[in-house]
């Protein structure tokens, strides 16, 4: 079966850096996403990673080594209105998104 | 990036009545929308994907004849909860891609519907 894993929870302080882990087998890949959800909204997108690497985007970086199945999400200089879900999506071999369940990342001042 | 609108954003029913939601694209053709369901504290769930001029296609589970998806124009998709009940209620959010973002695949979310069904 298909199946993405990333953590439930964490938790972190503000101003500090926090790294969110996302493992999948899918059949085939794509590309990988990564979301973020605040409560009772929809997710905004916040990167797209095809290739093996980090990319960059400002506080926000993201990496991605297909041959081990893993990407990371990587927030610096936490602000605590990121505190939100992270969501980790997986385009498979037929060009589904497959989801994982997100998590949920606190911050404290 | 792309401009997803969805509407109404909270709607509040009875039981056995039909709700629309729609769902635009606003600068952007969209050749393909997906709906999805997600409950309290759950990712989403994909419900269905329709391009436009096309039947949806239905994930397994979902119920085709009470989930009725019209893609009629490159930007709108409306979703209808027909005979609405209780456990119908949730967030439906819409997403869009395709035009100029179709080689990246990137989705547009809309804002979200949640339902209520009294």
């Known amino acids: 079966g298909q199946n993405i894993d990333q953590p439930t929870e964490m938790t972190a302080t503000e101003g500090a850096i926090v790294q969110i882990n996302c493992t999948y087998q899918?059949?085939?890949?794509?590309?990988l996403f990564w979301y973020q959800q605040h409560a009772g909204e929809a997710p905004t997108f916040l990167s797209y990673n095809v290739l093996d690497g980090l990319e960059e985007k400002g506080r926000f970086s993201s990496f991605l080594s297909r041959s081990k199945g893993y990407s990371y999400l990587l927030l610096k200089e936490l602000q605590m209105k990121d505190s939100a879900s992270y969501l980790c999506?997986?385009?498979?071999?037929?060009?589904?998104?497959?989801w994982g369940a997100g998590t949920k990342l606190i911050i404290k001042p | 990036g792309a401009v997803v609108s969805q509407h109404p954003s909270r709607v509040i029913c009875k039981s056995g009545t039909s709700v629309k939601i729609e769902c635009r694209s606003l600068d952007f053709q969209a050749t393909t929308m997906f709906w999805y369901r997600q409950f309290p504290k759950q990712s989403l769930m994909l419900m269905a994907t329709s391009n436009e001029g096309s039947k949806a296609t239905y994930e397994q589970g979902v119920e085709k004849d009470k989930f009725l998806i019209n893609h009629a124009s490159l930007t709108l998709s409306t979703l209808t909860v027909t005979s609405a009940h209780p456990e119908d209620s949730s967030f439906y959010i819409c997403?869009?891609?395709?035009?100029?973002?179709?080689?990246?695949?990137?989705?547009?979310f809309g804002e979200g519907s949640r339902l209520t069904v009294l």
């Open positions: 997403s869009a891609s395709g035009g100029k973002y179709g080689d990246s695949g990137e989705l547009f």
């Open positions: 999506a997986v385009k498979d071999s037929n060009y589904q998104l497959i």
């Open positions: 899918t059949s085939g890949f794509n590309g």
